[in-house]
């Protein structure tokens, strides 16, 4: 048994090994007031230390105390009242008073059981939603170190590529999967025309609340990388990065241009159905003679106008040569 004055250093020992939920919510001094009275009822002699190896066994390196305590942030504070309300009583009940070993291993087993029963009904965390973001409220309390533990995910998102036309709406949402608190401050960064994730080589762009960036009319200039990133008083949470890639207008329509022309040489002139549609069952007749056809009537119409504009022309030649002939010969008469 240890001196009176050496109990702190003697406890120490004793639990600093492993820690619990019972370290971490129990003052040692009400530790040693529980286990003052502590008799070893095999030689009927006060043993403080076998009582604290009874803690120890009995909450310390028990599993399913460690799980219950696994609680959502903010409920540490229930676990302590919890747990206290368990062992407090003991200690003003055997506070300078001899009991034997049987009697506090039935009540440590009756407490340990108590605690994991109400425990294990407080609200567990939501988990953590990978791959990014600092989620406070994923995190989980851990009684072997007395704190809760994070997600541990990295700040940094992986980049998300949006394709768009020139001139065409783009619009980029800053959301997570995760819950975020009340007081979040979103500011937009652009870093033009390269791809990147490094912080230092974007410009900032807006600052407020708003998780939505858009762009009514996408230029080129406007390609490049986009950082969102949300604050929650001076803690960043998460950095989510865009990458616009944004197709010319021109380069656009010659690329149809070309796909037209490309199906337009298909053997037999024949265009080829689309995806996933079946076939028509009529058949269509073959564009080539079709367009022959077409050209052949043009053509025809073509001669035809020529023709009759000729006629009409030699028609009129015609006229005015037998109206300079009646006109002469009317001149020599009255001669």
Known sequence: ??????RLVCVSLLFGTSLSCYQCFV?????LRLCWGHILTEYNIRNIDACFRKLDRIFNNNERVLEAGRVGKGYDKRL??????????????FDLKLNDDTVYEKRFQTAAD????AASKLPRVSGCFPPCGFQSEGAVYNCVTCQY???????????????VMENSRSRMRCDVPFHLPNDIQVIWRFAEEVRTQRVDQFKEVTVGVDRLYSIPSTKLHHQGSYLCEIYSGRRSI??????????PQVVA???????IFDLSLLPGGRLLPAPDVPPPHHHLLPLSPLHMACLTALLLLLFLSLGALHLSVLSEQTDEREESRSWELESSEML
Do not use: W
């Open 253 to 259: 329509g010659h690329t149809e241009l070309q796909e």
């Open 114 to 117: 108590n605690f994991i029963a």
């Open 27 to 31: 003052d040692v001094q009400e530790s």
């Open 80 to 93: 302590k009242e919890l747990l206290d309300a368990e062992i407090l009583p003991m200690v003003e009940e």
């Open 1 to 6: 048994m240890c001196p009176s004055a050496l």
């Open 149 to 163: 533990d994070s997600c541990e995910f990295p700040l940094d998102c992986p980049v998300k590529e949006i394709k």
């Open 238 to 247: 998460v950095r989510l990065y865009f990458y616009i890639a944004v197709t």
